[in-house]
């Protein structure tokens, strides 16, 4: 333990909620915990729950949220509307027993012991105003059988609470009746969207996404740039040039990936891994600027918004007259694709079903979807024996694998990266089982909450991924954790530089790129990142 | 409110029952009343009331496929699928399902994550799982128990779960096991509620009633077979009658009986207004009844409608000429 730096030792994080009420207290809402509203104007361009019909915009520290006149009306009305709509949030509402299963399962509350973290509490912050509001019982008895009126405090208190959710359904594994407290902040969220309250790191990307295609706002040109900037780097370390495609007609395979890889290290050495193996493969495939974004921040916001954001994969495969298209690594952008993305836009018609045209393999699970993972894709090259690979070039690396919520939890993609990672690492360790797997930790910035502002949140929610990282630091000398996700690859960086200062963060395309051997590559001296390979020997 | 409001009101509400059901009961006129009516009403307030709710769940549609995964996806044919706790077809959602409803599997895989010198810890803790276990089955096993007295002639599975529930043969009349597992498992599930903090924030009366209420039947179950002895062929008569809709008030059932006939009409009409609902909102739970076949197969929403996407058309109309320039193809030059 000696290695564990000072704050572990001083951490002591209390779990023992305090005595009384919680119902009666007000909300007091923390510098550092919370994100900034989204601005007015920023709403305006997306042309959804702008706060345009009234117009104010709204400070956190200020007693009046600047709501509506008619706020209450609208709220209720929204959640009406929804029940109807959604038997999860329904049955979600009635069912809880409040056997406290899922309290400690949740990183926010792991890490900051706010008992109105735990999940069964995110939930009754929503389910006492459905009971005061909706039910005969609660509305009789009120405070009685919890059940409470929506105030502005109540409103507050659930903002506030929302926005610490981060939608990863750690909780909902546990719970006897699989009660999914993601979708209750799911539902919370859609609600106070009526409102205009989002936060301006969502609703900002939002915008960004509708209007150039990618949260990052990159224009199409500048897009091809940081790809093109990316070809240099390929060039310098691993000998060879060529040029990717930018919405190419007649490709057999449009790809699509979060944007975030395109631009911020170390995702920019992922982007780099999805370059070189195309290119290895000879795939025909193009890359777009208009579908230049994976991931889907308009699911942080409504359900609308999250099928206008996604409209577009489809809209360019279409436009493009591609066959298939296969998905880059991203957590949240694999959930939509997963449980949302057929039944928004389908039946697909306009593309075939995936057939990997280098080993033949029909990707069933995806017959309907048309999309693949590049995780599904890559391990079933490696099963086939098409990809020469060196593992002994990453063997400076000691690699632990995180397993994203979304894709862990909501697809059931645990295999394939694993697989992957084993035929191209040669020292693979897993972190303690409590924590991977269905099991995952999120990385403490899932659901937009990857502000700045609210850094302190992130930190404590990255507690728990980032203790069990530790423990594999301490034993094994692990010093890269790989992931699947966009957002882990921004959010895991700074978490571990303050948890873990002695580990890395690496998407595992990146591992697989640095131990794939090209046709007509220089000396492998150097991996993606720019740093000597240990194990490189000159020939004799 | 606070748990002491809480407790105590949950508490007093039960025990308002039994005084009011021991001095109701002494009262002749006004036994068909307790024997009788409120049973029957009690009765067809839970039948109504359950298919009320489940049907209302009913209406609402399931829009999205989204059951929580724990386990492998079914993918590539050589990587082998959880079938269970990832369930791609019918059969897997079943047997998924029986998992839950039979042995409470997720509750199973609960931990305890606890702070220790700044590492979380895990420990493993079974006795939730253990106690809700005890409870639920002791409970449906006394259930069953039960219908000797609605039914003539007694079903022989009935006569045989007895002689197993009564098997230790302790005492005159036999204990029944499920007797003394339903008061142990029901007070440990109460006793947690109490001591420990999490549980005791989180609590509501609504989680101390049903409890108190259990208990009450329990308890005033045991005092009936061995402490204040009540007439049981006077009892099976007058159950007969309900069962049979010919409702007989016979003489000389003792109070007690009515207590435990008052708690249990309680619970029956508490239960469609509370959260003892789960029993049936755990057959409907989206979370866990649906197979993670979403890009095999489409999955229809009733109340789809067709959004606005940001058109190509205009994205191009605003970039084309640093497309053009970028050597970016455009549609339209
Ligand atoms: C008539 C039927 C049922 C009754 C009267 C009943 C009653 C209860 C009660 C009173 C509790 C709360 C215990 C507490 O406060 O700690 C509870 C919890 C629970 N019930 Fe049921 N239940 C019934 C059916 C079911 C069914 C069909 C399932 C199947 C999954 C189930 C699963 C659970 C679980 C997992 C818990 C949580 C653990 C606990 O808190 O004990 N119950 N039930
Ligand atoms: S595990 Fe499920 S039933 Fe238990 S408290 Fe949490 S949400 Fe409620
Ligand atoms: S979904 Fe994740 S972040 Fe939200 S309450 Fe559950 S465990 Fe916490």
């Known amino acids: ?540 | 409110m606070g748990v002491k409001v809480s407790l105590s009101v949950s508490l007093g509400v039960v025990l308002a029952i039994v005084v009011v059901a021991l001095v109701g009961g002494e009262v002749s006129t006004l036994q068909p009343v307790f024997g009788i009516f409120v049973p029957y009403a009690a009765f067809v307030i839970f039948l109504v009331g359950f298919i009320y709710r489940v049907v209302d769940w009913g209406r609402s549609p399931v829009p999205y496929r989204i059951p929580t995964t724990c386990g492998q996806q079914k993918t590539l044919p050589w990587i082998k699928q959880n079938k269970i706790e990832n369930p791609s077809s019918t059969l897997g959602v079943i047997g998924r399902m029986i998992l839950e409803v039979f042995a409470f599997r997720s509750l199973f895989r609960h931990t305890k994550a606890e702070m220790a010198s700044g590492n979380i810890v895990y420990g493993a803790s079974k006795w939730i799982w253990l106690g809700a276990i005890l409870f639920h089955y002791s409970f449906l096993i006394i259930a069953v128990r039960h219908l000797r007295l609605f039914l003539e002639p007694v079903p022989f599975f009935i006569n045989g779960l007895d002689l197993v529930d009564g098997m230790f043969q302790i005492g005159a009349p036999t204990l029944y096991l499920t007797d003394l597992l339903l008061i142990g498992a029901v007070s440990y599930l109460l006793v947690r509620r109490l001591i420990v903090p999490k549980m005791r924030y989180i609590s509501l009366a609504n989680d101390y009633f049903p409890l108190f209420l259990i208990l009450g039947i329990g308890i005033s179950g045991v005092l009936m077979r061995f402490f204040i002895r009540v007439d049981i062929v006077s009892v099976k008569e007058l159950t007969m009658g309900l069962a049979t809709l010919h409702p007989v008030m016979p003489e000389g059932i003792g109070a007690i009986f009515f207590v435990h006939v008052a708690l249990i009409s309680t619970l029956f009409a508490y239960f469609p207004f509370s959260k003892l609902m789960h029993a049936g909102g755990v057959f409907l739970s989206p979370g866990r009844n649906l197979a993670n076949t979403n890009r095999a197969k489409m999955h229809v929403n009733p109340w789809e409608y067709p959004v606005k996407i940001h058109p190509y058309e205009d994205y191009e109309d605003e970039f084309r000429e640093k497309m053009k320039e970028a050597g970016i193809p455009v549609e339209r030059e």
């Open chain 1, 1 to 540: 333990m000696a290695k564990n730096p000072e704050y572990y030792e001083s951490l002591n994080i209390d779990y023992k909620p305090p005595r009384g009420n919680w119902m009666d207290r007000p909300v007091d809402i923390k510098k550092g915990i919370y994100c900034y509203p989204a601005r007015p104007v920023v709403l305006e361009n997306v042309g959804m729950n702008d706060r345009s019909d009234w117009g104010k915009y709204w400070v956190i520290e200020d007693e009046d949220w600047e709501l509506p006149d008619d706020w209450k009306e609208r709220f209720l009305n929204k959640m009406r509307d929804m029940l109807g709509k959604y038997r999860t949030f329904k049955i979600y509402m009635d069912i809880c027993v409040r056997c406290g299963a899922c309290a400690d399962k949740c990183h926010y509350f792991l890490g900051s012991g706010d008992p109105l973290n735990m999940p069964v509490m995110r939930a009754e912050l929503l389910r006492s105003i459905y009971r005061g509001e909706f039910t005969k019982t609660g509305k009789m008895l009120g405070s009685l059988v919890g059940a409470r009126k929506l105030t502005k405090n109540a409103l507050k208190q659930l903002w506030y609470y929302m926005f610490q959710c981060s939608e990863c359904r750690r909780c909902s594994v546990f719970c006897p009746y699989g009660i999914d407290t993601a979708e209750i902040t799911i539902m919370g969220r859609e609600i106070m969207n009526e409102l205009g309250m989002n936060i301006a790191w969502v609703q900002e990307s939002v915008s960004k996404c509708i209007h150039t295609g990618n949260h990052l706002g990159l224009q199409p040109q500048a897009y091809k740039e940081c790809l093109d900037a990316m070809m240099y780097d390929i060039e310098d370390n691993v000998g060879i040039s060529f040029e990717p495609t930018f919405n190419r007609k007649g490709a057999e395979i449009l790809f699509v990936t979060p944007s975030g890889d395109v631009f911020a290290d170390p995702g920019i050495f992922t982007l780099a891994g999805y370059l070189m193996l195309f290119e290895h493969l000879g795939l025909d495939y193009t890359w777009s600027t208009y579908a230049s974004e994976g991931g889907d921040f308009g699911y942080f916001t409504a359900n609308e918004m999250a099928k206008r954001m996604n409209g577009k994969i489809y809209a360019e495969a279409k436009r493009l007259g591609v066959k298939w298209i296969l998905g880059g690594e991203c957590g949240h952008m694999w959930r939509v694709l997963n449980q949302y993305m057929t039944t928004w836009h389908g039946p697909i018609n306009f593309l075939e079903e995936p057939v990997s045209p280098i080993t033949g393999t029909k990707f069933e699970n995806a017959k309907a979807h048309k999309m693949v993972h590049i995780m599904e894709f890559v391990a079933d090259l490696i099963k086939h024996n098409k990809l020469k690979l060196d593992p002994s070039r990453n063997d400076h690396l000691k690699v632990t694998y995180h397993d994203s919520c979304n894709p862990a939890r909501a697809m059931g993609l645990l295999e394939e990266p694993r697989y992957v990672i084993k035929n191209v690492c040669n020292n693979f360790y897993e972190m303690p089982e409590n924590t991977i797997r269905e099991q995952t930790y999120c990385c403490g910035s899932g659901s937009g909450l990857n502000a700045s502002e609210n850094m302190e949140l992130r930190l404590r929610g990255g507690f728990p991924r980032q203790n069990a990282l530790r423990y594999v630091a301490d034993k094994y000398g692990v010093n890269m954790m790989a992931c699947i996700c966009a957002i882990d690859r921004a959010a895991l960086p700074p978490a571990a530089q303050y948890w873990n200062p002695d580990v890395g963060v690496t998407g595992v395309t990146e591992l697989v790129a640095n131990a794939l051997i090209m046709e007509g590559e220089g000396p492998r001296t150097h991996n993606l990142r720019g740093f000597e390979i240990a194990t490189w020997e000159p020939e004799p």
